[in-house]
């Protein structure tokens, strides 16, 4: 079968961001998607949400369909669930999951015999028991009993159906258990056929189907420190189902391959050497101890505080995350055994944000993200485009934008006026955008170019759109000079007196 991988059929955008050397309005669908493991384990028919886009609003839908760890290391998704909806009060989400209850097993299962109480049995320790495998013997799930997940106890509740179903007498328990250390490097990538079956990080491409929000930016906390998962990331950032561009949220590593700890001084050359330095990038380093004695991704607080602008500017992505106020955060974390640094905004300023890596600091008597650089930036190449994130933000959201709003034009016929029109509603769209300052010049315009007019026989149009970024203030210094001009003032007073 011939394919056409250049053939045009729909709404497409394009982004030019060149950018200039420098030295040394309506709330378009935007999804924030974290893909990693969830403990669905604990969820009444889990096992298919698996490798499955799935939008979620709150702390109590995640209960519902993914389960809850206070385990972040095991169940990597629950610490976005934590920090957006219970820290920050912010989504919605979607969640891609890769741990599956039918294939991450444990060798061992669980067992127990336990005598009703009032008709009702509690299996602790359950938060990796897999609660669709549950079994008592001689009973039967749904005639004779009901089992749910307990959060607060970390527990199995069992009770009966009627009166007396479970008995007096102790009973026979068994269930297995999930294994989250068997999630491999390779689940978390996936895999694809490019015909519409996706797992891991290729199943971004099934999320404007599953849930009708736009793909726009990206985390993989506890997975995206792995170059190859970073890759994978990068790979399915770009033209998302042919259409869409999403931003990247990332972290570096706090520890090589060898075990030892990634230092300052060091992290500007692992990152390069690694490959985190793309244009559509935010890469964090390193963790965060919380003030609830927690181990955080700055990706993800970054990520949350992020959320917050966007549904404060009604989807326009036009403020960076930096500077923006992360009281859970206690200290930076390096490891255990890296303690009695204090680190200055100075510090994380030359080591870190000058190489193009963000962080978190405290300034202005308050911990805050710190840093709003794209992976490619460093001091001695920079352009308008790498040192502020929201430059290629905004540049993607007018794309995104205009191909999920326009595609209703599509296979209809396009009058002069109508194409005139168009042009004219989206002036008037990024009119707005100036109005409120996410942009300081915007034309939007036909292409009129030979090769433009020429694509018009085929039905192919193209309308540009020049803008330019708001800049954001990456530095703000007062100067102060003393003068003698003052005394001027003085000794004429003198005089007068």
């Not at 886009?53 to 993914?66: F, G, H, Q, R, S």
């Not at 640094?341 to 030359?350: A, G, K, P, S």
């Not at 300052?437 to 009129?448: E, F, I, M, P």
Request: charged share 15%.
């Amino acid at each position: 079968m011939a394919e056409y991988p250049d053939f045009k059929h729909g709404t497409y955008g394009e982004v030019i961001a060149d950018g200039l050397g420098i030295s040394g309005n309506g709330k378009t669908k935007q999804a924030i998607v974290y893909i990693g493991t969830a403990p669905v384990n604990q969820v009444e028919g889990g096992a298919k949400n698996v490798n499955k886009p799935i939008l979620l609003k709150n702390i109590a839908d995640a209960k519902k369909y993914l389960g809850y760890s206070d385990d972040w290391a095991k169940y990597t998704l629950c610490e976005a669930m934590h920090v957006h909806f219970e820290l920050n009060g912010v989504g919605p989400l979607v969640f891609i999951n890769v741990l599956d209850p039918a294939v991450h097993i444990a060798a061992t299962g669980g067992s127990a015999t336990l005598t009703p109480v009032n008709g009702r049995v509690t299996v602790a320790n359950a938060e990796d028991a897999i609660l669709d495998s549950l079994a008592i013997t001689g009973k039967t799930k749904g005639t004779h009993y009901t089992a749910v997940y307990d959060y607060t106890k970390k527990a199995i509740i069992i009770s009966e159906k009627t009166s007396g179903a479970l008995g007096t007498s102790a009973l026979s328990i068994t269930w297995s258990k999930v294994d989250p250390a068997a999630v491999t490097e390779a689940d978390l990538i996936g895999t694809t056929d490019d015909y519409g079956l996706n797992t891991g990080i290729f199943a971004v491409r099934n999320v404007y189907n599953a849930t009708g929000y736009i793909p726009s930016f990206l985390l993989a906390p506890g997975f995206s420190n792995i170059p190859n998962v970073h890759n994978a990331l990068y790979v399915n950032s770009q033209k998302i189902g042919g259409h869409w561009n999403a931003w990247m949220f990332v972290d570096m590593p706090i520890l090589d391959t060898s075990g030892n700890a990634i230092t300052l001084a060091n992290a500007p050359t692992w990152k390069v050497s690694n490959g985190y330095n793309k244009d559509n990038e935010s890469v964090f380093f390193p963790l965060a101890k919380g003030t609830d004695g927690k181990t955080y991704h700055l990706s993800v607080l970054n990520a949350a505080n992020f959320q917050a602008l966007l549904n404060q500017n009604n989807g326009v992505p036009y403020m960076t995350g930096s500077n923006t106020t992360c009281a859970i955060i206690q200290d930076l974390y390096f490891s255990e055994n890296v303690t009695g640094r204090v680190y200055t905004d100075d510090i994380i300023n030359r080591c870190l944000n000058a190489n193009g890596i963000n962080s978190a600091a405290y300034v202005g008597g308050r911990w805050v993200i710190w840093g709003m650089f794209a992976g490619s930036y460093n001091q001695d190449d920079a352009t308008t485009i790498n040192v502020n994130d929201t430059c290629l933000m905004m540049l993607y959201y007018l794309t995104n934008d205009f191909q999920h709003r326009r595609n209703v034009d599509i296979d209809k016929p396009m009058p002069i006026n109508d194409l005139k029109t168009m042009v004219a509603e989206e002036q008037s769209r990024v009119d707005a955008l100036l109005g409120i300052g996410a942009l300081t010049y915007g034309k939007v315009q036909l292409d009129a170019s030979k090769e433009a007019r020429a694509d018009v026989y085929s039905g192919d149009f193209r309308i540009l759109f020049n803008v330019t970024n708001t800049p954001l203030a990456k530095s703000l210094t007062a100067i102060a000079n003393w003068t003698a001009d003052g005394y001027e003032v003085y000794f004429a007073a003198m005089d007068a007196a």
